[in-house]
């Protein structure tokens, strides 16, 4: 059974930074690349980051190039995105996801706040 686990969300003031990690379990985790998508209040879900199955190719949304980093540890089956400079529009529910034909898997989200 897929599992695909979020944390470290929270409150965080402007210009501040956190660390999400998403704990995955039930697939072979080392031979999917891996996103990160976020779904801000009354928007639609969009693509933050992603990363290769090996951990060698990374692409980013326009957004958050420069301030967020997706990384990723096979032998922990956890993928990770280091989020800096955060901004009020980075607040959202933010959610890892990868896709095994024919569906997309996700997660249940870990919330980030960013206020002041």
């Known amino acids: 059974q897929v599992q695909l686990v979020e944390s470290g969300g929270g409150l965080v003031q402007p210009g501040g930074s956190l660390r999400l990690s998403c704990a995955a379990s039930g697939f072979s985790f080392s031979t999917y690349a891996m996103s990160w998508y976020r779904q801000a209040p009354g928007k639609e879900r969009e693509f933050v980051a992603r990363?290769?199955?090996?951990?060698?190719?990374?692409n980013y949304a326009d957004s958050v190039k420069g301030r967020f980093a997706i990384s990723r540890d096979n032998a922990k089956n956890t993928v990770y995105l280091q989020m800096n400079s955060l901004k009020p529009e980075d607040t959202a529910v933010y959610y890892c996801s990868y896709y095994q034909p024919p569906r997309d898997y996700w997660g249940r989200g870990t919330q980030v706040t960013v206020s002041s």
């Open positions: 990363i290769a199955s090996a951990g060698g190719n990374t």
